[in-house]
């Protein structure tokens, strides 16, 4: 049996073996309710709780896996996805996968690096220049929405120490604190792609088993994303107090209103998406607010 036949009700997500993703890909699917049994070669995990099981592959394999029908979903970097989609609209092969969801982790942005003794004075300074980097798709179609002629010089690794051995003038590459390239004496002069780990499918819908599975899986992952950063508040305030409180908490869904006891004294309990500081908490309660309590989320399901 094929792969593909085998694993037909079953989903099948593809991470990254080892390297900067893969741990937390794996504990951001964990928090969603899944588990699974390790297979000895490490390459496979059968799911246990769900019929999801994991492949733990290279992350530059991902797009292809799931193009080719071998996985469903994958974790991957936007800038590998985004690579390998450019590519194959060059190559006229059709779009086979799209980002379904952005995962909050894995930050880094795709940017031009040159020596740190040039002066910047915009994208100009490129024509005719020699760029080193791994991303010759992405880098080539931006240049061409610039309208910049400049030599792409494709390297596979240690693209920052290119410039230092004659191979480029300036390169293109993943940036996150830009302690690489001052340690290369190279400094960040222009963003091409922001990028961060996302949640890659194919670019038609799921079938059968497959799309109720992925559905929920979505479903979940979406609760899990929005509690990440997400506290419950808990007061008790006098109705007339309201109005104030309320603008104290922009980032608040609409809270629950609780009567207590006779008509004014009401309990709120509100789920806030952004940072609840001990400052906004002070500010609550020299607005009105009494026995504020804030309790972590631990699962969201909207
Ligand atoms: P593999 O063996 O799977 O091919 P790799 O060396 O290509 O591993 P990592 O270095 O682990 O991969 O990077 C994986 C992803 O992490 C990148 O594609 C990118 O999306 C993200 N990332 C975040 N910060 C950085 C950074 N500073 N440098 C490189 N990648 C980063
Ligand atoms: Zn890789």
Known sequence: MSPTVETRDRLRIAIQKSGRLADPARALLASCGLSWRESRDRL???GEALPIDLLLVRDDDIPGLIADGVCDLGVVGRNVLREQDFERRRSG???AFRELRPLGFGA?????AVPDDWTWTGPTQLEGRRIATTYPALLRDWLAGEGIQ???VTLSGSVEIAPRLGQADLICDLVSSGVTLAANQLKPVATLLE????LAGPASEFEGERAALAEMLLRRLDGALRTRHSKLLLFQAERSSIAQLLPLLPDADAPTVLQVDGADRLALQALCHGHLTWQRLEDLKRAGAQGLMVLPVESMLA
Do not use: I, K, N
């Open 150 to 152: 400049a030599d792409v």
């Open 108 to 112: 880094c942005r795709l940017a031009l």
């Open 44 to 46: 496979f995990c059968y």
């Open 195 to 198: 990028s961060e780990a996302v």
């Open 93 to 95: 092969t059709p779009t």
